[in-house]
């Protein structure tokens, strides 16, 4: 079946410093899709990429789709405190999460 | 947007019993919803796909004799934990599908938290 790896799995950050999640999948996907879940919360979806190669940004937050579609990789520029949670990237044929990267921020 | 809701939020039961959950799209149709299970500190877990008047479809490794799921209209999908065990504590979450641009995209209710004592 479809695997989706992501690494790091855990990641700490002094605040103001850049942080990379990389999502890998063991398949070809026809998009992905980014998710964000704070500490106690919900997956909430940030965004969806569909076209090879594609690149979006939503302020300080970067996302890329790999020219083969099969990986992805989320950029945030001078995290922040809000920033804090975990990270799942999605594969929606197979409905399968990324293992998710945690990201702390230290003040 | 797409929103979908859960109810309970959480719930605690003794060893033994039965907790229902129900999901729901608020603003729009779903004839498709599915189940998702996070134990602490994991990913999500995709345990079953709910169909509108069907039969759901069951993950390997999940029972669907023991996690009952009944989507009895386009905006209601409920999963039922029987006999449910200390094991069974964890965060269930449903989504649904919505088509928003040029796909699908998953919408998440707010999840239920179960702990089974």
């Known amino acids: 079946g479809q695997q989706v790896m992501q690494i790091p799995q855990y990641q700490h950050v002094q605040e103001g410093e850049d942080f990379t999640t990389y999502c890998n999948s063991s398949t070809t996907l026809s998009n992905i899709q980014w998710y964000k879940q704070r500490p106690g919360g919900h997956p909430v979806f940030l965004i969806q990429?569909?076209?090879?190669?594609e690149v979006k940004k939503q302020k300080r937050l970067t996302f890329q789709f790999g020219e083969a579609k099969k990986n992805s990789s989320l950029h945030i520029t001078a995290t922040q405190t809000t920033d804090v949670g975990t990270y799942f990237c999605f594969g929606n044929e197979k409905l399968t999460f990324g293992t998710g990267t945690r990201l702390t921020i230290i003040p | 947007g797409a929103v979908v809701s859960q109810h309970p939020s959480w719930v605690i039961c003794k060893s033994g019993t039965s907790v229902k959950i129900e999901c729901r799209s608020l603003?729009?149709?779903?004839?498709?919803m599915f189940w998702y299970r996070q134990f602490p500190k994991q990913s999500l877990m995709l345990m079953a796909t709910s169909n509108e008047g069907s039969k759901a479809t069951y993950e390997q490794g999940v029972e669907k004799d023991k996690f009952l799921i009944n989507h009895a209209s386009l905006t209601l999908s409920t999963l039922t934990v029987t006999s449910a065990h200390p094991e069974d504590s964890s965060f269930y979450i449903c989504?649904?599908?919505?088509?928003?641009?040029?796909?699908?995209?998953?919408?998440f209710g707010p999840g239920t938290r179960l702990l089974v004592l």
């Open positions: 603003d729009f149709q779903a004839t498709t």
């Open positions: 989504s649904a599908n919505a088509y928003v641009g040029v796909g699908e995209t998953q919408y």
């Open positions: 990429l569909v076209k090879s190669g």
